[in-house]
């Protein structure tokens, strides 16, 4: 599917529904939230205390080089600091990348769906988008490198994918990078790489020293916990990084999100924790579509995606008058699925109860 969006016709992205508006709407006195993909175990006590701390500083701006959070991030990866780039969540890293890379007119090729912030941001700079449908839910990088031509620009990969949360196997990806052009880029999205113990997913510090092409996207706001604080990065080699810096605006990442990403990042045991949590809340979930005869995506991420085999818009809204809101899979292109956060277990359990009694309601002959 190829198309050229004008800035007029783009979409809105439409986040998760809050929570108080579901309250107020419903007039419930709690809701359960399970559909950003935040994570329900919050930030690190000590990332926390860092921003408590940073409060006193609040008249002085950010250090515009992320010097010490680049000093943390880099350390920690293994990586040089000249690889690195900050920016207000890694969505800014990728409106970045297309800023510094795209032009009008220069093609880009992308799965879908996927995140839309890649379609967004390209069609924003002009360019002419690919977008290549899921197979399986997994991304076909056969029918992506078979559009790949003299003026591809740059290549989308989101590792796992939003919102189907599969992911793509190392040796699927060293395949298709090996036949790239060095004159692309790619980009490699990895918000939820932390929540990954696959053996077959992709090592991307490894792939970054094969291909100089190749700029890898992360974030703080998944399994660090700090979504409201918008602070991301890219790792690239320094060339790229030096034409990415070029088109970054002074005193994009905040003082508060820069010290505490700088704590969260120090505190791998409460990462740690937060992973073995959410591996536990997959199964438990997995467990109970599978008595609920409901087939998935497998899931790498700390999301699930589930075929409730009746129309997700219906699901959805009986989910949110029992004070449960997801992702309904109608405005994701899966007209009978919804995407889950896997949350807390007591919330994990409530979602599993308030979906027995929506399908219950009306049930499938």
């Not at 959410?278 to 467990?287: A, K, T, V, W």
Request: with cysteine; aromatic share 8%.
């Amino acid at each position: 599917m190829k198309s050229k969006v004008t800035v007029g016709n783009l979409p809105v992205y439409q986040p998760g529904k809050p929570i108080e508006e579901v309250k107020k709407q419903y007039n419930l006195k709690e809701v359960i939230k399970l559909a950003s993909n935040e994570n329900p175990w919050g930030c690190s006590p000590a990332a926390k205390e860092a921003m408590r701390n940073e409060i006193e500083h609040s008249s002085l701006y950010p250090d515009g080089g992320s010097v010490a959070l680049n000093d943390a991030v880099s350390s920690f990866i293994g990586v040089k600091p000249e690889q690195l780039i900050f920016g207000a969540g890694s969505d800014e890293v990728i409106l970045m990348i297309c800023r510094a890379f795209l032009n009008p007119g220069d093609e880009t090729i992308m799965a879908t769906p996927t995140f839309p912030q890649y379609k967004h941001n390209a069609a924003i700079e002009g360019a002419i988008i690919h977008e290549v449908p899921l197979k399986d839910g997994v991304h076909d990088l056969d029918g992506m490198l078979a559009l790949v031509n003299e003026n591809t620009k740059i290549i989308w990969i989101c590792n796992p994918n939003n919102p189907t949360g599969t992911i793509v196997n190392k040796q699927a990806i060293e395949k298709m990078f090996s036949s790239i052009p060095s004159s692309c880029l790619i980009v490699l999205d990895e918000a939820y790489s932390e929540y990954i113990e696959d053996e077959d997913y992709a090592d991307s510090k490894e792939l970054l020293s094969q291909y100089p092409n190749l700029i890898v996207t992360r974030t703080f706001s998944k399994i660090y916990g700090l979504a409201a604080h918008r602070i991301g990065f890219g790792i690239g080699q320094p060339d790229m990084i030096r034409l990415i810096q070029q088109v970054r605006e002074p005193f994009n990442t905040t003082r508060m999100a820069q010290a505490a990403a700088i704590a969260a990042i120090e505190d791998q045991a409460f990462i740690k924790a937060c992973a073995d949590s959410n591996r536990m809340g997959l199964i438990f979930l997995q467990d109970h579509f599978d008595k609920m005869g409901l087939k998935y995506f497998p899931a790498f991420g700390n999301f699930i995606m589930v075929d409730v085999k009746q129309p997700a818009g219906q699901v959805f809204e009986s989910l949110m008058r029992q004070g449960i809101i997801v992702r309904g899979g109608h405005q994701l292109g899966y007209p009978t699925h919804l995407r889950v956060t896997v949350g807390q277990p007591h919330q994990n359990e409530a979602f599993i109860k308030a979906l027995q009694e929506a399908l219950a309601s009306n049930p499938v002959s």
